[in-house]
């Protein structure tokens, strides 16, 4: 930071921190005298120009979104000096604590905050998943989450945004390890993206671990040893966190469904679902077992039929062997049919 005042407007008070590719300033607008965010962008301290596209995404998106839960947009604009070119971001100050520094100072979150906490994020992304195309976040973690002291949550930092959908692939892989989907890995992201980072962001807070260091079975975290929820909060994270994006719920509508559900002690639909597919697997199980009953009798009066063609017994109770069969193959379909 060059100046104390920039655009002749914000005066810096001081520096909020430093990430990524931006330096944070808390500020006051002296022309509305209320307190800002500035995010500094500074050309001299970037890597590579991709930095500088997702600055301005960033600053595009905020520009054209209006929802309580994430600091508003103010203003943009650059500051050329002679000796560096810098991009400026402000937009509204949220009072309160990130998720990541509520944990490090000892907190613990019973179940039903964590669920509440999930439900007002689930409404955030609803939000912005119901742009066309939507908007999906790319980067949900605890450090981009503040949560203040009246229980309200904010999601911040949407550097990592994505505002289009390429099914096939071919975006820029962004995220954090740990949060990040495997999709995100080969640079796919689709709205079920930020419900995986979500799932891993509550996995964090119930258990005070780092997804990323985690075991993983099936590809699959194996986040159960290190939390003690319900079984049906369990459901709905492992519902959350399934490896493959088309498995996981169909929208954040689905899943916000699902949380009310589990703030009013009922059983969420994830779980009534996957008690209906064991049922159907059963039923599967008892046709096949069924079939294959019905195959061995009537393979019985066929091998009766090819080695006792003279024999008068064969003859007399050979229809009605083969009415048993029939009887046999009946009765075991019923029975697998209604199980």
Request: charged share 20%.
């Amino acid at each position: 930071m060059t100046t104390d005042l920039l655009h002749n407007r914000y005066r810096i008070e001081r520096e909020l921190g430093w990430g990524g590719f931006a330096t944070t300033y808390l500020a006051t607008d002296l022309d509305t005298q209320q307190t800002c965010v500035v995010k500094e962008l500074s050309i001299r301290k970037v890597r590579d120009w991709k930095s500088v596209e997702l600055f301005e995404r960033e600053a595009k998106i905020l520009k054209n979104l209006n929802h309580s839960r994430i600091p508003a947009y103010f203003d943009h604009f650059t500051i050329e000096t002679e000796r560096d070119y810098n991009f400026y971001l402000v937009e509204a100050y949220v009072e309160g604590k990130t998720l990541a520094e509520w944990v490090e100072s000892g907190r613990h979150f019973t179940e039903a905050e964590v669920i509440e906490i999930a439900w007002r994020i689930t409404e955030t992304l609803e939000y912005l998943h119901g742009f066309s195309p939507p908007i999906i976040h790319r980067d949900l973690k605890p450090t981009n989450i503040i949560l203040n002291a009246a229980g309200e949550v904010f999601l911040i930092d949407f550097g990592a945004v994505r505002d289009t959908l390429t099914i096939a692939g071919g975006s820029t892989m962004v995220g954090t390890f740990g949060y990040m989907p495997p999709e995100q890995l080969d640079g796919l992201a689709v709205p079920a993206s930020d419900l995986y980072a979500l799932g891993t962001l509550l996995i964090y807070l119930l258990s005070h671990k780092e997804p990323s260091k985690m075991e993983k079975r099936r590809l699959q975290l194996y986040f159960q040893p290190h939390v003690r929820v319900s079984p049906a909060l369990e459901q709905v994270l492992l519902h959350l966190i399934k490896p493959d994006w088309r498995s996981r719920y169909a929208s954040a509508t689905d899943l916000k469904r699902d949380l009310h559900r589990l703030q009013q002690n009922e059983l969420p639909q994830v779980m009534t679902t996957a008690a209906l597919d064991t049922e159907r697997y059963a039923q599967r199980k008892w046709l096949v077992f069924g079939s294959v009953m019905a195959a061995s009798g009537v393979a019985w009066v066929v091998l009766l039929a090819t080695l006792l063609p003279q024999l008068p017994f064969y003859i007399t109770y050979a229809p009605i062997l083969g009415v048993i069969g029939l009887l046999m193959l009946f009765i075991v379909l019923i029975i697998g049919g209604s199980s």
